[in-house]
Antibody, heavy 122, light 106 residues
Framework: EVQLLESGGGLVQPGGSLRLSCAAS????????MSWVRQAPGKRLEWVSMITGSGSSTAYADSVEGRFTISRDNSKNTLYLQMNSLRAEDTALYYC???????????????WGQGTLVTVSP | DIQMTQSPSSLSASVGDRVTITCRAS??????VNWYQQKAGKAPKLLIY???SLQSGVPARFSGSGSGTDFTLAISSLQPEDLATYYC?????????FGQGTKLEI
């Protein structure tokens, strides 16, 4: 059974940093692209960042480019999102999601974690 | 970015009803639409991929259709457990984008 377990969310002041983690199990982690997708309260889902199975390619939404960094450790079956220079508009529930293939253009996400809440507030 | 617009934004129906939700893309996206179900307080769940393919384990009462710019998610006989918000997503190009959601009330 595929399981994705996010952690690392919390309350942070504007301009601060957080590192999210997503522990994966139940599938061959290194084969599949992984994404972070967020959902602000009452808002639609918004893709944030993506990384290929090998970790060689990454992509970011314009809204987080230059502030967020996605990475993965295939030896630990773990996905990360380093978030710097956080803004109030980054407040959201952040989901880790598995793609159905390994490349940077794999946008279909067949398994999702339960999410970790990030709140950016003074 | 490709905009995805769903209608209606909310829908009330009864058990056993046939329900349809539509999604319109701002440009031709071939058949690259996915549909997700999100129950309150839960993670999204993939229902339909590439417009009409049923994800493994999803009940056959769910179906999808469409191509180009107009797409439809149908539930043939509504069940109480179908209470959720439904999102379409275009997987045609980067960045992939989601509709605003359709909240289904039973």
């Amino acid at each position: 059974e595929v399981q994705l377990l996010e952690s690392g969310g919390g309350l942070v002041q504007p301009g601060g940093s957080l590192r999210l983690s997503c522990a994966a199990s139940g599938f061959t982690f290194s084969i599949y692209a992984m994404s972070w997708v967020r959902q602000a309260p009452g808002k639609r889902l918004e893709w944030v960042s993506m990384i290929t199975g090998s970790g060689s390619s990454t992509a970011y939404a314009d809204s987080v480019e230059g502030r967020f960094t996605i990475s993965r450790d295939n030896s630990k079956n773990t996905l990360y999102l380093q978030m710097n220079s956080l803004r109030a508009e980054d407040t959201a529930l952040y989901y880790c999601a598995k793609a159905d293939c390994g490349s940077i253009s794999c946008y279909t996400r067949d398994h999702w974690g339960q999410g970790t809440l990030v709140t950016v507030s003074p | 970015d490709i905009q995805m617009t769903q209608s209606p934004s909310s829908l009330s129906a009864s058990v056993g009803d046939r329900v349809t939700i539509t999604c319109r893309a701002s440009q031709n996206i071939n058949k690259y639409v996915n549909w997700y179900q999100q129950k309150a307080g839960k993670a999204p769940k993939l229902l339909i991929y590439t417009a009409s393919s049923l994800q493994s384990g999803v009940p056959a009462r769910f179906s999808g259709s469409g191509s180009g710019t107009d797409f439809t998610l149908a539930i043939s006989s509504l069940q109480p457990e179908d209470l959720a918000t439904y999102y379409c997503q275009q997987s045609y190009g980067a960045p992939d984008t989601f509709g605003q959601g359709t909240k289904l009330e039973i």
